[in-house]
Protein backbone atom coordinates (compact mmCIF):
# COMPACT_ATOMS: atom_id res chain seq x y z
CA UNK A 1 0.00 0.00 0.00
CA UNK A 2 1.00 3.30 -1.04
CA UNK A 3 -0.48 5.34 2.03
CA UNK A 4 0.89 5.61 5.08
CA UNK A 5 -0.33 7.09 8.48
CA UNK A 6 0.53 10.32 8.99
CA UNK A 7 0.21 11.27 5.18
CA UNK A 8 -1.90 13.99 4.27
CA UNK A 9 -4.39 12.55 1.58
CA UNK A 10 -6.98 14.22 -0.54
CA UNK A 11 -10.67 12.21 -0.83
CA UNK A 12 -11.38 11.64 -4.45
CA UNK A 13 -14.34 10.34 -4.54
CA UNK A 14 -17.54 9.39 -2.35
CA UNK A 15 -19.10 11.68 0.08
CA UNK A 16 -16.57 13.39 1.63
CA UNK A 17 -14.53 14.11 -2.25
CA UNK A 18 -12.11 16.83 -1.85
CA UNK A 19 -11.67 16.58 2.08
CA UNK A 20 -8.56 16.73 3.11
CA UNK A 21 -6.92 14.86 6.52
CA UNK A 22 -4.13 13.36 8.18
CA UNK A 23 -4.44 9.38 8.07
CA UNK A 24 -4.59 8.09 11.21
CA UNK A 25 -4.63 4.25 11.06
CA UNK A 26 -3.92 2.48 7.87
CA UNK A 27 -5.55 -1.58 7.15
CA UNK A 28 -3.30 -2.86 4.46
CA UNK A 29 -4.90 -6.11 4.58
CA UNK A 30 -8.07 -4.58 3.01
CA UNK A 31 -6.66 -1.53 1.09
CA UNK A 32 -8.62 0.79 3.87
CA UNK A 33 -7.32 4.37 5.56
CA UNK A 34 -9.01 6.28 7.85
CA UNK A 35 -8.74 9.68 7.73
CA UNK A 36 -8.89 12.37 10.23
CA UNK A 37 -12.44 13.96 9.60
CA UNK A 38 -13.60 12.32 6.94
CA UNK A 39 -16.35 9.33 6.38
CA UNK A 40 -17.96 10.52 9.77
CA UNK A 41 -20.06 7.52 11.49
CA UNK A 42 -21.55 7.72 14.86
CA UNK A 43 -22.27 5.54 16.95
CA UNK A 44 -24.94 5.46 20.51
CA UNK A 45 -23.54 3.98 23.37
CA UNK A 46 -26.35 2.15 25.35
CA UNK A 47 -27.63 3.78 28.63
CA UNK A 48 -26.36 1.32 31.61
CA UNK A 49 -29.03 3.23 33.90
CA UNK A 50 -32.29 4.35 33.35
CA UNK A 51 -32.87 8.04 33.54
CA UNK A 52 -29.26 8.28 31.86
CA UNK A 53 -29.02 9.68 28.72
CA UNK A 54 -26.94 7.96 25.63
CA UNK A 55 -24.04 8.77 24.32
CA UNK A 56 -23.41 9.72 20.34
CA UNK A 57 -19.91 8.58 19.91
CA UNK A 58 -18.27 9.94 16.68
CA UNK A 59 -15.59 8.67 14.65
CA UNK A 60 -13.95 8.41 11.77
CA UNK A 61 -14.20 5.58 9.51
CA UNK A 62 -12.44 3.31 7.08
CA UNK A 63 -12.31 3.85 3.01
CA UNK A 64 -10.72 2.88 0.22
CA UNK A 65 -7.12 3.31 -0.30
CA UNK A 66 -7.82 4.02 -3.89
CA UNK A 67 -10.40 6.88 -3.01
CA UNK A 68 -7.60 9.03 -1.64
CA UNK A 69 -4.73 10.39 -3.18
CA UNK A 70 -1.41 11.79 -1.27
CA UNK A 71 -1.07 15.43 -0.62
CA UNK A 72 2.55 16.01 -1.24
CA UNK A 73 4.37 17.47 1.07
CA UNK A 74 6.99 19.15 -1.14
CA UNK A 75 4.57 20.50 -4.05
CA UNK A 76 1.64 20.32 -2.12
CA UNK A 77 -0.57 18.85 -4.84
CA UNK A 78 -2.18 15.47 -4.59
CA UNK A 79 -0.26 12.98 -6.31
CA UNK A 80 -0.14 9.57 -7.44
CA UNK A 81 2.57 7.83 -6.17
CA UNK A 82 5.87 6.27 -7.70
CA UNK A 83 8.51 4.91 -6.26
CA UNK A 84 12.82 4.26 -6.72
CA UNK A 85 14.58 2.56 -4.98
CA UNK A 86 17.88 4.97 -3.70
CA UNK A 87 21.86 3.22 -3.50
CA UNK A 88 23.73 3.94 -0.75
CA UNK A 89 26.57 1.74 -1.00
CA UNK A 90 25.96 -1.64 -0.50
CA UNK A 91 22.49 -0.43 1.33
CA UNK A 92 19.35 -0.25 -1.07
CA UNK A 93 15.85 1.57 0.52
CA UNK A 94 12.89 1.61 -1.82
CA UNK A 95 11.47 5.16 -1.39
CA UNK A 96 8.24 6.90 -2.37
CA UNK A 97 8.11 9.85 -5.24
CA UNK A 98 5.73 12.08 -5.96
CA UNK A 99 4.42 11.78 -9.70
CA UNK A 100 4.17 15.61 -10.20
CA UNK A 101 7.49 16.87 -8.43
CA UNK A 102 9.53 13.66 -8.49
CA UNK A 103 10.74 14.58 -5.04
CA UNK A 104 11.04 11.74 -2.01
CA UNK A 105 8.62 11.60 -0.08
CA UNK A 106 9.46 10.48 2.82
ZN1 LIG B 1 5.42 16.82 -5.30
Known amino acids: MKIKKGDNVKVMAGKDR ?4 KVIQVFPG ?5 VEGVNIMSKHMKTRRTGEKG ?3 E ?4 VNASNVMLIC ?8 VGSKVLVDGAKKE ?9 EVIA
Open 73 to 80: PKCSKPTR
Open 30 to 34: SDKVV
Open 18 to 21: NKTG
Open 55 to 57: QKL
Open 59 to 62: FSGP
Open 94 to 102: KVRTCKKCN
